[in-house]
């Protein structure tokens, strides 16, 4: 489980830089904002990021109707739930790495 969340903290924090990157463009790349929308759903469902995913999947159905004005106001969404999400799974995973790390050191 440490490792799914590990690689969603890293994978969405990229998706995240490439959504804001796509949507401040001149020429906005539809195709590339649904995609880099659909690996943040992704990783928010396998976590059970219930929220992430909800305005994840309105800035992909804005993306895919090509509504900018629409993708600029999920994004907003999405920001806001992607990053209190990720902090609430890192302070988890310091609390696993605490754990763990006593753990061992009680074994050892």
Same mark, same amino acid.
């Given at each position: 489980m440490m490792n799914v969340i590990d690689n969603f903290l890293s994978d969405g924090d990229n998706s995240m830089r490439d !959504?804001?990157?796509?949507?401040?463009?001149?020429?906005?790349? &539809?195709?590339? +904002?649904?995609?880099?929308a659909h690996l943040i759903k992704g990783g928010g469902n396998s976590l059970g990021g219930c929220?992430?995913?909800?305005?994840?999947?309105?800035?992909?159905?804005?993306? !895919?109707i090509q509504d900018k004005q629409?993708?600029?106001?999920? &994004?907003?969404? +999405?920001?806001?739930e992607y990053y209190h999400f990720r902090d609430k799974l890192r302070t988890l995973y310091q609390m696993e790495r605490a754990i763990?790390?006593?753990?061992s050191r009680r074994r050892g």
């Open positions: !959504l804001a990157d796509l949507l401040s463009a001149r020429s906005v790349d &539809y195709t590339k +904002v649904t995609t880099a929220r992430v995913v909800a305005a994840a999947r309105a800035l992909i159905n804005a993306s !895919l629409s993708c600029e106001t999920s &994004y907003e969404w +999405v920001v806001n763990a790390h006593s753990e």
